[in-house]
């Protein structure tokens, strides 16, 4: 295996923090699940539908910097393959809801490198501590996205089914990489942990709602 220098890795870290920033710059392995699907909205709902797309655009972008981060400093023997594997699903649903945004005529967070940062900082504090507690830190981010997703899913308005399309295709995966988390040997994060995780989590949602 090829060893790379810490300068090496700081080029890769801020190589891939910049393509997760900057729209375009990643693209989809997968086709856009509303690929064909036709969905009409008044200037309103499109408002609102642009306001929740902005918001799983920034948590998508959380994803990116949780796995960039643990990527720098768990071991993951064994699991590395499906961790790799779930980082490039979440490109796929960023570039999905970048799509969605571009659509309805909006754009992504402007405070997304904010939320980059903090996520890549706790992905790889998470991996420092151990590999449980990263693969327990992947697995109730993943729990913590999907809940919001549902919600979000459940704000849709009735006809806007290719925002819905995208959302069921992001959860279903979404749960699908908290448990392959928790069978590679995640475990349950304390408590001050997950409620701190979920301020961080509420604060991105409420803001980047509107910027
Ligand atoms: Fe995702
Ligand atoms: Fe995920």
Known sequence: MRHYSTIDRCIQSLDQAVRS?????TTAQRSNPAQGVESSLSIREARHVAGLMRVNHSGEVCAQALYHGQALTAKLPNVRREMEHAAIEEQDHLAWC????????????????????????????AGVAGDKYSLGFVAETERQVSLHLEDHIEQLPEQDERSRKILVQMN?????????ALDAGGVDLPKPVQITMNAISKLMTKTSYYI
């Open 21 to 25: 920033l900057v729209p375009g710059a």
């Open 98 to 125: 970048e799509d969605r945004l571009k659509e309805l005529d909006s754009l992504p967070s402007l405070l997304n490198p904010v939320w980059y940062g903090l996520s890549f900082a706790m992905g790889a504090i």
């Open 172 to 180: 279903e995966d979404e749960l699908k990489h908290r448990d392959t």
